[in-house]
């Protein structure tokens, strides 16, 4: 008897027709886009692709002129768009953003964290200061925004997305270079995802990672026209080649969207084969 009521509550999956199952996988519309720090090279890239997908979109960082500007430029393009100003060193300015978007848009449905600096010191040079503000930007705001943003997401009783920009360095470490904040907190921060993926499942909320190696924007200019470090990088790029902007754009969107409902505390290595590799 046992065994014929389990086999009863089996489900069979009926053949599908992949045109239908596979339209509206990639839909934004009627969600609301959070990015902190989506006005940089790559979280604009983001904000755009958000936007063409559907979702409305609001962007913050400290400075807020700047913010103000790629709304303006995404609301002349057609699209639903905010800026504004926040420090993501201070808990209460997270929070008050988190509550502006919320109450501008009436919903938070997906919170793109592209929030990260470096401050390169070797290791016998390590300051606490500087130490100590990598922490606060690169992993202890992504706890409180995590945090701000799941208020909403709880409440509204929809689900949600939770994306966090990190990096390869999360995974690897680089050699001659001081990087022991920046790869310490991106570290950190891949278990940040697999922990609130944990707490938020039961609500429906997933948590991921996007993790680009070097993205050729103004932030690693200065890296890049070393001839001697773009060598080093491209030999160990199995795809030959340094990350563009766009290609950090469609495994970010996949994350925020309804294709990735299933997946919850991973992290996706955009990263031309390096991690692959190493």
Known sequence: ?????AKAALRITPKLDFGKALHGLFDLKGQVAYLPGGYGGIGEAI??????????????????????????????AGH?????????TKVASIRRSANTVAK?????????NCVGIHIEEPLAEVTEKAFDQVYRVNL??????????????????RGGRQIHLLSVLSQLGLRNRGYSAYCSTKGGLVMLIKQHAMELAPQGITVNGVAPTFVYTDMIRHVMENPAFRKQLLDRIPLGRIADPKDVVAPSLFFASPGSSFVTGQVLYVDGGITASQ
């Open 140 to 157: 202890k705001s992504a706890m409180f925004l995590a945090q701000a943003v799941a208020k909403y997401q709880v409440a509204g009783k």
């Open 104 to 112: 501008h848009f009436g919903r938070l449905d997906i919170l793109m």
């Open 80 to 88: 639903d768009a905010i800026g504004l100003a926040m420090d993501a």
């Open 47 to 76: 904000a755009w692709g958000l936007a063409q997908q559907g979702a409305k979109v609001a962007i913050s960082g400290r400075d807020g002129k700047k913010a103000d500007a790629l709304a303006a430029a995404l609301r002349k």
């Open 1 to 5: 008897m046992a065994k014929k009521k």
